[in-house]
């Protein structure tokens, strides 16, 4: 369960553009002014902690690679989440644009009979990711994976790439995707759900083992309730914000040139296309380790 990258190669990499920063650029009239498209480890530092020095910029450097390649630490887990979450997205995006080319073209008509409904692939997607995000923050912060509540408590002080990964969530893959009723939509696609679909599920089956639960059916029990606990906070930020589809992709179009209004099509290019969840929980993950080794010395 190690990352692809290290922690500073990954923030290094980072890109100053793309897809996913001209998207997130789209979205920051939900969080005005929150994000910043922070990239490279040295300049992290720099940014985080207001040090200038070369010398203490490296000695910075050190510790913090000293804590995230401490295994009793959970870095290099909470970073493993956003990068497992966001390959596991861009293959929902595939199966959601297959089953619209096996709606529209009799001869990939089979498709249908293979690739998961979009709506419900999209609202387990969803509920998933949330919780993948309630394991990173516990993860974080040296809690154990099961303190949603915590989490969900943690949620009003959300600020940075973290609020901005949220307003992501909500806007690519509540909003656009499922309607302005994702929330009720997805909470009642969980009450249906069996524990032998969600075994089914492949970002279930790579996140599964930081899921509280002895059983597929524990497990989905307590994705009904992370998500259910979480539902007050998403409400109202929606509310507060006056969100909804067409708000959000008449943003995004001042970024990103996305000439079909068909909401689908739209969710399943945005899968396809963007890592926002990697890309600010790269960002989340570096911060975090930053401020943990400015304080440890």
Known sequence: MNPSKPMPQAVDELPGESVTV?????????????????????????????????????????????????????????????????????????????????????????LNKVTPKADTTQ??????????????????????????????????????????????????????????????GTQNVIGRLTPGELERNEMFQRISSLIPGASAGDKLGFIGNGFSAAQGWLNQFVAARGLNPQKVLGSMRKFIDIADDKLDYVGAFLDLTTNYYAHTGTQTVARSLIEEAVKAG
């Open 123 to 184: 609202a387990v997607d969803l509920a998933l990711k949330l919780i993948a995000e309630g394991a990173a923050y516990c993860l974080l912060n040296g809690l154990p994976t099961q303190n949603m509540g915590q989490f969900v408590d943690s949620l009003k002080q959300y600020a940075g790439a973290s609020i901005m990964r949220m307003a992501a969530l909500i806007c690519v893959d509540g909003l656009i995707p499922l309607g302005p009723d994702f929330l009720i």
């Open 22 to 110: 001209m998207a997130l650029k789209g979205l920051d009239f939900v969080v005005p002014g929150e994000w910043q498209n922070l990239v490279g480890f040295d300049n992290t530092i720099r940014a985080v902690t207001g040090e200038s020095s070369p010398a203490q910029v490296q000695k910075i450097r050190e510790h913090a690679l000293r804590l995230y390649n401490d295994p009793a630490q959970g870095y290099q887990r909470a970073l493993w989440l956003y990068q497992t979450v966001d390959v596991m997205d861009m293959a929902l995006g595939a199966a959601a644009l297959a089953q619209k080319a096996g709606e529209m073209i009799p001869l990939l008509s089979f």
